[in-house]
C-alpha cells in the first residue's frame, strides 16, 4: 500500500523523468507550430529533453531553424493519424503513425509522458491498447482543467468525455486519481473532492450518484483528499473544491458549454468596446488590465487534457492549439513527469482497489449490474 | 389535429388571456419585490390584470403606494411555501398557501399563465397534482431561456431540470413542446431543433439519444420545426439552433455551469477594470457600451423557466429575481398568455403522439423498458 506521504514525496531524478514524447503530427496547425511550441517550452525547462515522433525529413530543418536539434531526438514515422478516423481505424493501420511512435516510447520507458494534439478518440484508443488500463481502473478518464476562484487558477474536472457512461466505481476511481492529479499537477496537498449533480442535497440525483457519494466518502482517508459532497455546476469554477468528479457525459457537455459561453461573452465585450470612439479610447487606457483579464481566461493556458487509468500518462493537446498551447501541454506534461506522476496514482488507485475488495464486494457488484447499456 | 397554422394564428381576445396569476410570496426577497416588478410590468402593459395571492392585509398597502390597486385583485392566503420545504410536505400541507392560491386561479381559467417566485421542487409537484399532465406528455420539462448569438437574443433549452431522467419519447415531446414555445414566446416561425450530444457524428452518443434522432427527425413535419442533429455543449449559444433537447441531469448542469462561468468572468472583468487609476478612467469612458453588454447578458432578463407539459402554463421566476428580473418573468408570462400558447402546445404534443401511436407502439415500448430506475 501506497501511504499518503510518498504521494507527494520528490521522486529520484530517473533520466526519464526529464524526457517527454511528442507526436509532431496530428494538431489541425502542422508540425511547425509543434515545433514552435516545443522550442518554447525547451528554453524555459534548460533540463528537459524531447523524443519527438514524424517524419524526420520534415521535422530536421525545423529543428534546425529553432536551434533546439541538441536537445530533441526525432523517431522517424511516415504514417499520420488524421483528425476523422475512427478509433477503430486507427487500431487497425495505425502502427506506422507518429502517434503510435509517440506513445510506445513511454511504454518502452524511454519517456515519461507522451503529448499528442491528434484525434482524442484514436489517441485513447491506441493508449488503452499500448499502455493498458492500472490495476482497479475500469474506465479510463480525461482530466480538463477549469478556470477557477482558487489560489492555483483552476479546478480539475474529469471525466471530460473518455467515456460516456461511468457507475458508482468508475466515479470512485475519478475521485481518487483527480485527487493525485491535482496534488502532483497543482500543488494541492490535499485536495477537496466534490462529486457533480442537481443539487447539493443528500436525497438528489441518480441513483449511482447517491451511492458514488458514500463510496467516495468513505475513500477519503485512503486517497488523502477531503470530500465536500455534491456540487452544482455552478461551483465549478468556485473555490469549494479542487477536483470535481462527474461522467463523461456530462462533463463532456459541461466542458463544451463553458468554453462557448466564454467565448460568446469575449466576443460579446470586444463588439462592445468596439461600438463607439469613446469607448474605444476607455479600452486603449484599460488595455492593461483587459490584456491580463484575457490571458487569465485565455483557453490556451488550459490546454491538456490528461488521460488517467493507464499505466502511463497520455496528454491530449487542442488539436487546434497554437504555439503557445503547445508549449502549455509540454509545461503541465513535464510537471507530472517529474513528479513521477504515473507510478503515483497507479499505486494510489490499486490500493483503493485492494483495500475496497477486503471490505467485500456489494459495491464492485452493483457496478457490473449497472453496466448493461443505457 | 391541430394544423401548423393554427399555431400562430392570434387566439380570440378571451378576457383570461389578459390576465395573469401571480404568488407575491416564497421569493427570497419578500412580497414588496414582487409587487415592484408587478408595477413595472403594469406600466408596460396597459391592458393586462393580475390576480395577486397572498396575504391581503400585507398586500394591500403595497399596491396601493404603487397605485396599482384597480389591476389587481388579491386572492387571500394565510401560508406561504419554503424554499426548504420538501415537495412532499407541500403537498401535504400546502392548501392553504399562495403558491397553491396561484395554480388554483389558472385551473379555473380565471387567468392564463401563472409565475411564482417560490420553490421549484414544490411548484412544480404542486402545478402536476392540480393541472395533470398534458395528453402524450410523460414527463413535463422547464425550459429555459439561455443568451444566443441569435437575432432574438436568445436560444430556448429544455429540460433544465424537471426530471433527471429522459428516455427517446421524453426528448421527443420535449422537441415538439419547446418548437411550441419557441413560436409562441420567441416569435420564430419555424424553429431549428437540436438534440444535446457529446459530438456530431450519428455513431455518438447513449442508446436513448440515437433513437430520439431518429424520432424527433421523423417528426420534424408535424412539428413543424426544422431538425438539424445533434449538437455539442458549445453550441447552447450558437445561432445554428433555436431549441436545445436534453435531459433534465444534463440541462440542469449546462445551465448552471453557463450562468457560474459568466459570473466568473463578470467578476474577473469588473476587478481587472478596478486594479489602477488609469484603467478605472478607462472603463469610465467606455461605461456605455460596457453597461449595454451587461444588460444583454443579464441573467435577470433571461428569468422565468417555464414549466411545459402540464395542462396550463406555469413560469418559476429565480427566488432571488428582483423588481427587474420579477418584471422580465411576467412580461415572458403575458407574452404566452396573449399567444392562447397552454392550448396551442397541448394539441400539438397531442397530435404527435396520436400520430405515432397510429404508426405503431414500437418505440413506446422501448421508452417503458428503459424507465427503470437508472
Known amino acids: 500500500m501506497t501511504t499518503p506521504q510518498t504521494d507527494t514525496a520528490p521522486t529520484q531524478g530517473h533520466a526519464a523523468n526529464k524526457v517527454l514524447s511528442v507526436d509532431a503530427m496530428g494538431g489541425d496547425q502542422g508540425p511547425a507550430t509543434v515545433v514552435a511550441g516545443l522550442s518554447a517550452f525547451l528554453s524555459d525547462e534548460r533540463e528537459a529533453r524531447v523524443i519527438l515522433h514524424g517524419p524526420k525529413a520534415e521535422l530536421e530543418p525545423m529543428l534546425a531553424k529553432h536551434r533546439i536539434s541538441d536537445r530533441v ?22 502502427k506506422k503513425t507518429s502517434m503510435w511512435s509517440a506513445i510506445e516510447a513511454v511504454r518502452e520507458r524511454q519517456a515519461a509522458v507522451a503529448v499528442s494534439c491528434g484525434n482524442t478518440g484514436g489517441l485513447m484508443a491506441m493508449s488503452m491498447l499500448r499502455l493498458r488500463k ?50 502532483n499537477g497543482l500543488d494541492i496537498a490535499q485536495p477537496r473532492v466534490g462529486l457533480l449533480n442537481v443539487g447539493t442535497e443528500e436525497h438528489k ?41 462527474t461522467d463523461g457525459f456530462t462533463g463532456n457537455v459541461a466542458l463544451k458549454t463553458g468554453e462557448g459561453t466564454a467565448t460568446l461573452i ?50 491530449k493537446s487542442h488539436g487546434s492549439a497554437d504555439a503557445t498551447g503547445v508549449a502549455a501541454a509540454l509545461h503541465l506534461a513535464y510537471r507530472l513527469a517529474q513528479s513521477g506522476f504515473s507510478d503515483k496514482v497507479a499505486a494510489r488507485v490499486a490500493s483503493a482497489a485492494s483495500l475496497a475488495q477486503d471490505a467485500g464486494t456489494e459495491s464492485e457488484t452493483d457496478g457490473l449490474n449497472t453496466n448493461t447499456g443505457k
Chains 1, 2 share one sequence.
Open 73 to 94: 531526438t526525432i523517431h522517424d514515422a511516415s504514417d499520420v493519424v488524421k483528425m476523422t478516423d475512427k478509433p477503430s481505424h486507427v487500431l487497425r493501420n495505425g
Open 134 to 183: 492500472a490495476e482497479g481502473v475500469n474506465r479510463p478518464a480525461i482530466a480538463c482543467l477549469w478556470p477557477s476562484r482558487n489560489p492555483s487558477g483552476f479546478n480539475v474536472m474529469l471525466d471530460a468525455g473518455a467515456d460516456i457512461r461511468a457507475d458508482q466505481d468508475d466515479l470512485l476511481t475519478y475521485a481518487l486519481m483527480g485527487a493525485s492529479y491535482a496534488r
Open 205 to 245: 440525483g441518480r441513483a449511482e450518484l447517491k451511492v458514488a457519494h458514500e463510496l467516495i466518502g468513505n475513500a477519503a482517508i485512503i486517497g488523502d483528499f477531503e470530500y465536500v459532497g455534491f456540487i452544482e455546476g455552478g461551483d465549478l469554477p468556485s473555490d469549494k473544491v479542487d477536483v470535481i468528479v
Open 266 to 315: 469575449s466576443e460579446l465585450l470586444r463588439g462592445a468596446l468596439l461600438k463607439n470612439p469613446l469607448s474605444m479610447f476607455g479600452a486603449l487606457l484599460a488595455r492593461g488590465s483587459l490584456g491580463r483579464l484575457r490571458k487569465r481566461i485565455d483557453p490556451r493556458r488550459v490546454n491538456g487534457g490528461v488521460f488517467l487509468g493507464l499505466n502511463q500518462t497520455v496528454i
